[in-house]
């Protein structure tokens, strides 16, 4: 639900899995194949970064689709409270276009 509540912060965002771990306190281990199956499901879409940045690899974003924040918003208001809390982003990617969009 950390997750989700993250994502629906900004859902027009994209986030990378770095800053949502740290949003989150989710563990990279639990986190990325939560969002694999968020993908899966619809919910997310996902793209790499346009450029590689000096000094590190590319990331890989995410961001809800508009089923997946209808959903997303349906899973958080039905959930108990301390589930839907997230950590308050610090940072966000900003509006960078996947290619081909």
Do not use: F, N
Not at 32 to 50: K, N, Q, T, V
């Amino acid at each position: 639900m950390s997750v989700l509540a993250v994502l629906c912060a900004r859902p027009q965002m994209w986030h990378h899995g770095y800053d949502i771990a740290r949003d989150t306190g989710v563990k990279s281990g639990t986190l990325y194949p939560i969002l694999m199956r968020l993908a899966d499901r619809g919910w997310l879409e996902a793209s790499w970064e346009d450029e590689q940045p000096a000094g590190r690899p590319r990331r890989h974003l995410y961001r809800l689709t508009s089923e997946g924040l209808a959903r997303s918003g349906k899973a958080l208001a039905e959930a108990p409270a301390p589930a839907r809390t997230a950590r308050k982003p610090r940072r966000t990617v900003g509006h960078i276009a996947p290619e081909g969009m």
